[in-house]
């Protein structure tokens, strides 16, 4: 789908996914050339619907494939894309490490549980697949690629994951998001080491700052008021931080309880996401002093 002279949306059947959003890859061009932002799933249907668009693209030669940061969903699909159009994957440094690792324990946005084998069994394909990427260029804060005559900016946001990017064409105003900003709901951020809500609030201030007029986001439709967007996200995140703030105050002083007050029918595929980014915002309110921790229960300071 034609998004616009110069981006493209490439749609995919998803044979796998527990989420209510799949995955978005973008094909950015100018001229006969281009680069893709993200690779999606490995599965073959969604790796074949990259290469039938791209084959519809005529003279089209892809010279990047960007990884907003490691995860299967968005990394899976990048190594059968390199061998396929020889385009170099970029990656931040700060991923590398967790990308080649499909054994690491850092949190992914889809969890199953060990007894749904079946599913669990697809989700170490896909990360088996995401460690074969083989990235050759390490993005950098503030680095800047050529795509035609187009300029594609790197932007550090951590927070969702500590090396996740976004991607600002400045003379489309299009910033391509990642996780870092959804087009519907919200994304998961874990406590540290391996995510961090006041890096992710200060990366979306970083972001409301940048000249955009469209934001291309990792799941979800794009957005046109990309300033309202971003502050919609902050508000909803400060909220939830004052909820918990609240419940400490009631007595519910363990995640399992704040846990159980915030998400009360959530599935329980998503519950560990659910916990940890209570433990997010927990680690926040500790850096600021706000509460302090005394085993498995917090306190107000």
């Known amino acids: 789908m034609q998004i616009t002279d110069h981006i493209f949306s490439i749609p995919a059947e998803q044979a796998f996914y527990t989420g209510p959003q799949s995955p978005n890859v973008f094909l950015v061009r100018d001229g006969d050339e281009a680069a893709l932002i993200d690779s999606g799933f490995g599965d073959e249907p969604s790796v074949k619907a990259r290469l039938d668009f791209l084959a519809e693209q005529e003279g089209v030669r892809v010279k990047y494939i960007v990884l907003t940061h490691h995860h299967f969903d968005h990394s899976s699909g990048a190594a059968q894309l390199r061998e396929a159009t020889g385009g170099a994957v970029m990656l931040h440094p700060r991923e590398e490490e967790l ?53 594609l900016r790197v932007v550090h946001t951590p ?99 704040m846990l159980n007050a915030i998400y009360p029918e959530l599935d329980k595929r998503m519950l560990p996401a659910a916990r940890r980014q209570i433990e997010a915002h927990l680690a926040k309110l500790e850096s600021e002093s706000r509460v302090a921790q005394s085993g498995d229960e917090w306190t107000l300071v």
């Open 159 to 257: 927070g969702h994951t500590l090396g996740s990017v976004c991607i600002h064409i400045p003379q489309e105003r299009a910033l391509f998001t990642g996780d870092t900003a959804l087009g519907l709901g919200t994304v998961a951020i874990s406590p540290p080491p391996h995510g961090d809500m006041a890096l992710y609030l200060e990366s979306l201030d970083r972001l409301k700052t940048l000249d955009s007029a469209l934001m291309l986001p990792g799941h979800g439709q794009e957005v046109h008021d990309v300033p309202a967007k971003l502050q919609e996200l902050i508000d909803h995140r400060l909220a939830r931080e004052e909820q918990i703030v609240g419940l400490i105050r009631k007595g519910k002083r363990a995640p399992k309880a």
């Open 99 to 151: 990308l080649r690792d499909w054994q690491s324990k850092a949190p992914q946005d889809i969890e199953i549980p060990e007894e749904m084998k079946e599913l669990a069994a697809k989700i170490k394909t896909f990360r088996k697949q995401a460690a074969e990427a083989e990235p050759t260029v390490k993005m950098n804060d503030g680095d800047e690629f050529a795509v035609g005559d187009l300029t």
